[in-house]
Every structure is written in structure tokens, then in C-alpha cells.
């Protein structure tokens, strides 16, 4: 009976059989479909977490930095690091921590995550794409560059001494405002990229999982209705007394499913385990529904949570502006309950008025555009607030718009910042108008941006026609110092852009169009972006051209005064010459008289004559000195002198006037060592012979005292300082006296002048001689007391051995030098020998006055004159003399051409040459030993200096 009953019910089976594989399968895709939904909401949210997370991470470290420089309170600082910490992964990150707002100081332990995660690890786990990725790299630099700016805030707060101001402009300016402002763009961007990307796919498999959902609802429903036409049908089957199977029914109705149904065929079905086995396939499916419905329960209250937290105002508008959603913060703006917004008219919840004033971006919303615009709105507490909003439209698969997304930022701190900057700019900018120094900026191809109100002054050009100029624009012509086109590789601006650095104080002219000039001094300096970049450069000038026109004014008045000055040296050096050359004749002539038998009377005469040349050459080398010091001719020759010996013979020249007067000389030589020094020995002389002469001058009776002394100098093995004091028992100087002795042509009175004669040029000489030395004359004095007089010069050194004289010439007191005879070791000369000897003078006076000389030191020598310089060439050049006397202004050839010919045409480099001249600069000294002169013999000559080259040079 049951094969038969399954034969007529085996339709019925084979439909059931394969509704159920199909609703098997349709479950299964349903599962698949909702876990591919649930990692795809799960890689939406966790990719909005990191987005949302970038946001308010950097909203927090911008509040934390400006609160930290604002109160000073290191709270606000270690929270700062800490978040850094966290981001970095070095720190556990709270749970919960993109909604906590960043509480972790209250966090338990217990909710620290056990794993240490960085930001950049965290981006690892969420499948973003390539150019979502980019994105998070340009935000991770840019929040980067801000965390920079936000510590040398730091720095410069904490190093500066609370440089508060300072410190916050850096977290208040421009560039700061620029890199937030681009973070949150690119934030946005994040997001929307995001949104684009996940909500379509999410939307499509929440489709798929709708779809699944019905067909596996459809087939369920299917196979009750085939088992109940299947019941139907075995009704059909029964046969028998129908009270029986009204039994049967009954029975079964009454829960006894272990009734028998009676077939037809008599054969008997019992269904108790066929509705307990669909019982249990029901009780499956309605638990699988259950657990569906608190999954989605939990995913809304994720997704209300997610929006809940996001810093911005979210509300979702459909196509007939009725709202359908709004964020715990979109609702706190407005100051509404959820029940009064959702459900509620766009008009009705903006107010009539903005919603008026955002119509326009309604309609463009539903056009399919993305709006983006700002709002000043007034606040539930009565302030006044600016918005930043987004319209983002809901399209269908048609295309149609079926709502909106509204997107909207409160920036009114922003906006207050921007005002703030503003005024700062408009501060700014008053205050580089009002300068006197012209400012320009440039761009890196060198247009001009920038210009203030003393840049359109100063280059005679209106601002607004600057601004859009290139640096080296023809609108000026630029020049050098000597009106030469200024070449345009080297203006400050060029170079601050091609080589990147500083230029200062470069000054060039400049010619506007209408042909006027000026002289400015410029500065340029290059600019870079936060990134290091150069972005161009930025020059301030002023305009010298008055102290340019003064400085010109003041070379034309130098060249003027050098100009009279060089005349005026050339003046007394020709005076110097005509003097000198007849005074030469004078002095020489009358050393030789008074070398002959002369009566009393005669010998008196020669005695004045000699007195009055000596007094006539002292008076014209002063004259001279004086003149040469002023024009600037006044020269160290430095060379190697050894002091002892140098002393000695300084003495030996003013023996004859102490001995005169009756004086004493003491000498307190204080020299550690035998040395040599390094200085200029004639002007070193020239200062102690002024200075014994004045003291011998102004001292009847006492003494005259020379002290030297060294000291060492720090930081140097090299060199000395020595001290040369003279001191004498003379009328002394008043005190208010002792400026006016330094003055050139004064004395301390002028009764000095009548009772003790001279120029009163003999301690100015000194004073302005040691200048050179880089030193000064100092006096101690009181009238009828003696003076002191003392000065150091600071010389190198160099030890050596004692030299051949003695110690004893030197004695640490000398009394009258009638007794005393000082020796000198002297050349040997052979005067037996026949030295062939060539004078070149040109005036016969002197000439006769030199042979006369040479004729009485060296009887059998054999003397050539010549008037000429080629006349002294070809003497030469016949006679080879043992020793030539050259003057050197001659006609025909002068000394100078005559000695070259010598040295360098006939290559004689042996032949001992002597200049005889009355140029007695030391610049005419250099030139004669340059040229390969060996010695320099000043006029008036000194029988004495004379006898001494003589012997110098034919010694051998």
C-alpha cells in the first residue's frame, strides 16, 4: 500500500525534492552574500574610522599645541605626545579610541589594547585603493609638516622665554591655515573616495542579499503550499467510511500523530515524522531569521554610532526635502530633537530665510552636482556661526537623484582666525606702506607680486604697474657705479634665485622712463615653501641717492686736496733739491776749510759757518719731514738693527752738544738678552735725536737720562715691546701747556722761541712718526722740574751672539765727555792703493765738493767726472771703476737709466754704485736699490758719511 501511495504522491515528492535543493542553495547564497556585506561594511567603516580618525587626531594635536602656548600648562603638552605615541605605536591604543575624544588619561589599563599598532600599520589592514592610499601619504606628509610647525612652536616658546606671540602666530598664520585647510580637503576627498567605492558594491550585495532572501522565502513558501496540495491529494487517496477518516483527522487534530491514515488502497500513513522533521526545518529557519534581525539591529547602531561621532554635521534629505536622518551633532546646532528634524520639511528646519538663500544649491544637487558653500547662520544660543556645507546627491542606477547627503563643518573658529589674519595682513601691510624701504617680492620666474607704497616712490612707477613686472624689466634701466648697464646675472634677485642665498648691501643705480636717476642700496633674500622649496625671493631697498651725491662731492674734494697735496710734495721736494744743493757746497766746503791751518779769528768764522749750515739742514729736514708726514709719504723701512750698537752710535752724534753744555748723560739700558730688532732705524734715530736735542736744548745744567726697557707680549714668542723713556733736569712744561708742545709751529711760550730759537716741529715730528708705529709720545712734566718723555714700539727679535765692541762702550753712566772716547772698530782701507773712482754730477759745486772729499781721504785715487749720464756710461764703460758716485738728476741720462744700462745691459751686477742726491724720500730710496743701487747718500753730503761708504765699499 505505501509503494502504491508513493507512485501517486511521487510528483508531488520530485517537486518538493527539488524546492527544497533549491532553497538549500538560495540559503546558502543568502548566507555568502550577507558575510560578503558584513566585510564590506566592516572595510567601510574600519576606512571612515581612519579617515574620521586623521581629522580628529590633527584637530586635537592643533587644540592641545595652541592651548599648551596659551596657558603654559604641560597637561596639554604630554596629552600631545602621547597621541603622537599612540599614532606611532608606541604606546597600547585605548579601545574605543576614535570615539573616546581622546580620554586616554582616564582610561583603565584594563582597556588599553594589548598590541602595540601604528597608524601606518592600521592602514595595512584595510583594503583602500592605490589612489586612496596616495591620498593617506599626502595627508600623512602634510600632517607631518603641521606636527613640525607645532613643535618649533614649542621650541620657540620654551627657548625664547615664553615668546608667546611669536609662538602663536606660527600656529595662527597663512601657511598653517593652508596645510590644515588642505588636510581636510584631502580628508573629505578620503571620504568621498570611500563612499564612492563602498557604498555602490555594499548597495549591490545588499540587493543579491534582498533578492536571495524573497527566493528563499518564495521557494519555503512553495513547499508549504506543495504540501498542502500534496494533502489534499492523499485526502483524495483515502478511501473507506469517512467517519473513520473524520476520526483519523480528528485524531490527528487532536495531536495524535500516530493516527493511521487509511488509503484507499488500504494501505495506512503515519505523518509524525514528517511534520517533526518540518518542524525542525522551520524551527531552523526561524532562528537564522532571528540572528539575522539583531545583526542588522547591530550593524544600524554601528552605523548611527559611526555618524554620531563624526566631527561634522551629516543629514540625509530625500527628493522631497523631507529629512530622513541627522547626526546628534546636526541636531545640537539647530537645537532640536530628533523627532522634530526627521520627518520635518528642508524649510522647516532651516528657517524660511536660508533655505531661500540655499535654493539655488538645492536645484544643483538635484541636477546631479556636488555643491559646496558657505553660510552664516545664527546659533541656538543667539551667536553668530559660519558653516562650510556639501550637498552630495543619491543617484539610482537610472541616474536619478533620489535625495541628498548634506555634509556640513562648523568653521567658525576658522573664520575668526581668517578675520584675525586679515586685520594682522591689513596691519602688515599699513605698516609696509608706511616704511621708507621699498620692498618687492617675486615669484620663481621673477614676476613681481608684491610691491609697497615706498618701492612706487622710490621707482617712479604706480604699484599696480609693478605688480606683474619681471625684476629685470626695461620700465628702469639699471646701472653700475660707472653708468655702465648693470649686468642682469648679477642684481641681488638674480642671485638670491639662482644660487639660494642671501645678497646684502649691493648698491647699483637705477634711470626711470622719464630719464631721472638714483642710487639704491639693495638686500635680497630667498623664500621657501614648508616643503623646502624655493618659491622666489624678496628684496627691500632704499634710496641713497643724496649720500651717493655727497660721497661723489666729497671724491671730487679728496681728488682736489691730493691734488694740491701731491703739488705741494713735489713743490718741496724740488725745494728740497735746490736747497740742498748749494747747502751741500756749504757744509762740505767748510768741513775741509776747518781740516786746514787757519788763524783764530779764521777758525771762529768757519766754527759759525758750520753752526748755521747744521742749524739750516735741521731746519729745511724738519720742513720736510713735516711735509712728507702730512701727504702721507711717510713710510716704515723696516730692518734688522741690533739695539746695543744702534744706542752707541746715536749717542756718538749728540756727544759734541752735551759736552758743549756741560751735562751728564745716564743711560739705563734694561735688555735681557744680546738681540736684534726689526724696526726702521733712521726714523727710530730721527725720533731720539729730536727728543735729546729738545732735552739738551731746554737743559742748562744736570743731566740727561736715557732708560730702555723690554716686555714681553702675550700670546707671542715672536716679538717685544720696547720702552724708551728720556728724561732731563731742564725748565720742564706747565701742565696746561702739555697739548699745545704736540701742535705743529707751537711752543709751551713764546718766550722759548726768543730765548732758545727753533720751530717748535720737533715733537709734533716725533708724535706723528710713532703713528706709523702704531704708537704715541707721552710727557711727564712740571715747570722747573725736568720732563720725561716716553714711548713704546712694538718690534720681532731675534737673539744672537755679542758683536765685535765692547760692552764697556755702553757704560750705565756717562758724566762729562771731555774724558770719554768712544771706539768704534772701523773698515781698514788700503789708502796706498790706486782706486779708480767715477763721480756723475752735473752741478760743479758738488762736484768739486765730492772730489775734494775723496782726493783728501784717498790721495792716489783716480777720479772721472762726468757732467752727464751718457758721459758717465761711456767712462764706464772704457775705465771700469772700482766705485761709482751717481747723481741722479742729470741731464742727457739721469742716475736711474744709467745704473740699469750698467746692470742690465753690460750685466755688471758687481760694481759698487752710490746715488748722490737731494731726494731724500724714502720712496727714492727703494727705487735706487730696486734698480741695483748699493747705497743712498742723502745732500747736504757729511765728509764724515762719505768717508764711511768709502771705506764700506772699497774695503775689499
Partial sequence: MSIKIFRLLKPSLWILFILAILALLSFSFFIWSDNQTKILTENRIKSLEIANEIVATNDELTRLSRNYIATNEK??????????????????????YHVSHWNFRDTDKQDLESKLISFEERVQLVDFTDNELQIIHNITSISKDIQNIEKKSFTLFEEKSLKREAALDLLFNKNYRNLRSNLMVLAQNLCKSIENRTKPNIEYWKKITDIL???????????????????????????????????????????????????????????????????????????????????LIIKEKFIRWVTDVFPGM???????????????????????????????HLKDVLTEEIYNLNLE??????????????????????????????????????????????????????????????????????????????????NIVGEIIYANHASEIILNIKRNAI?????????????????????????????????????????????????????????AYPIYDSNSNLTGAIANFIDITKRKLGERSLM???????????????????????????????????DLIADTKLNEEQSLYVNLIQQSSISLRNLINNILDFSKIEAGKYELDIQKIDLKKFIHQTIDLIRYQIVEKNLNLIQDINLKENTYFYTD??????????????????????????????????????????????????????????????????????????????????????????????????????????????????????????????????????????NKTFQVSAN??????????????????????????????????????????????????????????????????????????????????????????????????EKCLKLGMNDFIGKPIETNTLENSLKKWLKN
Fill in 681 to 818: 732705524e733712521l726714523k727710530l734715530r730721527q725720533i731720539l735725536l729730536n727728543l735729546f736735542s729738545n732735552s739738551i736744548k731746554f737743559t742748562e745744567k744736570g743731566f740727561i737720562k736715557l732708560i730702555i726697557n723690554e716686555e714681553k707680549i702675550e700670546n707671542t714668542k715672536k716679538e717685544k715691546m720696547l720702552i724708551f723713556i728720556v728724561e732731563d733736569s731742564g725748565i720742564g712744561i706747565p701742565k696746561d701747556k702739555h697739548k699745545e708742545i704736540f701742535e705743529a709751529f707751537t711752543q709751551a711760550d713764546s718766550s722759548t722761541t726768543r730765548k732758545y730759537g727753533g720751530t717748535g716741529l720737533g715733537l709734533t715730528i716725533c708724535n706723528k712718526i710713532l703713528t706709523i708705529f702704531n704708537s704715541k709720545l707721552e710727557v711727564i712734566s712740571e715747570e722747573n722740574f725736568g720732563s720725561k718723555f716716553t714711548f713704546k714700539i712694538r718690534a720681532q727679535f731675534e737673539s744672537h751672539r755679542l758683536d765685535n765692541y765692547s760692552e764697556e762702550l755702553l757704560p750705565s753712566t756717562i758724566g762729562n765727555f771731555n
Fill in 556 to 590: 671730487q674734494a679728496k681728488e682736489i686736496a691730493d691734488s694740491a697735496s701731491n703739488a705741494k710734495s713735489e713743490f718741496l721736494a724740488n725745494m728740497s733739491h735746490e736747497i740742498r744743493t748749494p747747502l751741500n757746497a756749504i757744509i762740505g766746503f767748510s
Fill in 467 to 523: 605688480s606683474g613686472l619681471y625684476y629685470n624689466s626695461k620700465a628702469w634701466k639699471q646701472i653700475d657705479e660707472f653708468n655702465n648697464p648693470y649686468p642682469p646675472e648679477k642684481l641681488p634677485l638674480a642671485i638670491a634665485l639662482k644660487e639660494n642665498r642671501i645678497v646684502s648691501n649691493i648698491e647699483h643705480g637705477i634711470i626711470d622712463e622719464n630719464g631721472n636717476w638714483k642710487w639704491l642700496i639693495v638686500n
Fill in 361 to 442: 544649491y538645492i536645484n544643483d544637487v538635484f541636477k546631479g552636482r556636488n555643491v559646496q558653500f558657505e553660510r552664516k547662520i545664527k546659533k541656538v544660543d543667539g551667536t553668530i556661526g559660519f558653516t562650510l556645507a556639501h550637498y552630495i546627491p543619491d543617484m539610482n542606477e537610472e541616474g536619478n537623484v533620489e535625495g541628498f547627503l548634506a555634509v556640513v563643518t562648523d568653521i567658525t573658529k576658522i573664520k575668526e582666525i581668517d578675520l584675525t589674519l586679515e586685520r594682522n595682513q591689513k596691519h602688515l601691510e599699513y605698516v609696509l606702506d608706511n616704511l621708507i624701504t621699498g620692498i618687492v617680492q617675486i
Fill in 213 to 295: 532572501r524573497i527566493l528563499f522565502l518564495i521557494l519555503i513558501l512553495s513547499l508549504f503550499i506543495i504540501m498542502l496540495l500534496s494533502y489534499f491529494n492523499l485526502r483524495s487517496i483515502l478511501g473507506g467510511d469517512p467517519n473513520l477518516v473524520y476520526k483519523t483527522i480528528e485524531s490527528i487534530g487532536n495531536g495524535n500523530f500516530n493516527t493511521e491514515i487509511h488509503l484507499k488502497e488500504g494501505t495506512n500513513f503515519s505523518i509524525l515524522k514528517w511534520l517533526s522533521l518540518m518542524q525542525g526545518k522551520l524551527s531552523f529557519a526561524n532562528l537564522e531569521r532571528t540572528e539575522f534581525e539583531k545583526t
Fill in 75 to 96: 597637561i596639554f603638552k604630554e596629552d600631545y605626545i602621547s597621541i603622537l605615541s599612540i599614532n606611532n605605536g608606541e604606546r597600547p591604543r585605548p579601545l574605543n
Fill in 828 to 925: 781698514k782701507l788700503d789708502l796706498n792703493k790706486q782706486f779708480k773712482i767715477l763721480i756723475a754730477e752735473d752741478n760743479i759745486i758738488n762736484m768739486l765738493l765730492t772730489k775734494s772729499i775723496i782726493q783728501k781721504k784717498l790721495p792716489l785715487a783716480i777720479i772721472f767726472e762726468a757732467e752727464n749720464g751718457k758721459l758717465a756710461l761711456d767712462i764706464y764703460k772704457r775705465e771700469k771703476p772700482d766705485l761709482i758716485f751717481m747723481d741722479l738728476q742729470m741731464p742727457e741720462m739721469n742716475g736711474y737709466e744709467v745704473t740699469s744700462a750698467i746692470r742690465t745691459v753690460v750685466n755688471d751686477n758687481k760694481t759698487p754704485i752710490i746715488a748722490l742726491t737731494a731726494d731724500n724720500f724714502l720712496s727714492d730710496r
Fill in 314 to 344: 551629516l543629514g540625509y534629505w530625500n527628493k522631497d526635502l523631507i529629512c530622513v536622518y541627522a547626526n546628534t551633532n546636526y541636531l545640537e546646532w539647530f537645537g532640536k530633537s530628533n523627532k522634530v528634524v526627521v520627518g520635518s
